[in-house]
């Protein structure tokens, strides 16, 4: 499956951004999707991940209460609604796939990811 993330951006904090990530290639519902972030000269992180059915998500503590994470299998796309955005999540945000049809919080577990899109958060 080929992932193709979009809608990042410049923000100022407090902002917030809308992530898609279209799937092509592959059956898109029977997969697990999550979102992770990697900032400069740091390690990728767990974001928010969601079921292949959109029943089950999880989400990072950091992000919770700020973050949505959903799908449309209808169009093959997955969706993160980042709102309050800070100026730490400064960072290329990338979709990713999950054979096993869960999305876990654990980034080795993905299988397909997507190229990531660059959000900015000015203070």
């Known amino acids: 499956v080929q992932l193709q993330a979009s809608g990042g951006g410049l923000v100022q904090a407090g902002g917030s951004l809308r992530l898609s990530c279209a799937a092509s290639?592959?059956?898109?519902?029977?997969?697990?999707m999550g979102w992770l972030r990697q900032a400069p000269g740091k390690e990728r992180e767990f974001v928010a991940a969601?079921?292949?059915?959109?029943?089950?998500?999880m989400y990072a503590d950091s992000v919770k209460g700020r973050f949505t994470i959903s799908r449309d299998n209808a169009k093959n796309t997955v969706y993160l609604q980042m709102n309050s955005l800070k100026p730490e999540e400064t960072a290329v945000y990338y979709c990713?796939?999950?054979?096993?049809?869960?999305?876990?919080?654990?980034?080795?577990?993905?299988?397909?990811w997507g190229q990531g899109t660059q959000v900015t958060v000015s203070s």
């Open positions: 990713a796939a999950d054979q096993r049809g869960y999305g876990s919080s654990r980034y080795r577990e993905y299988n397909y």
């Open positions: 290639g592959g059956t898109f519902s029977t997969y697990g």
């Open positions: 969601i079921s292949r059915s959109g029943g089950s998500t």
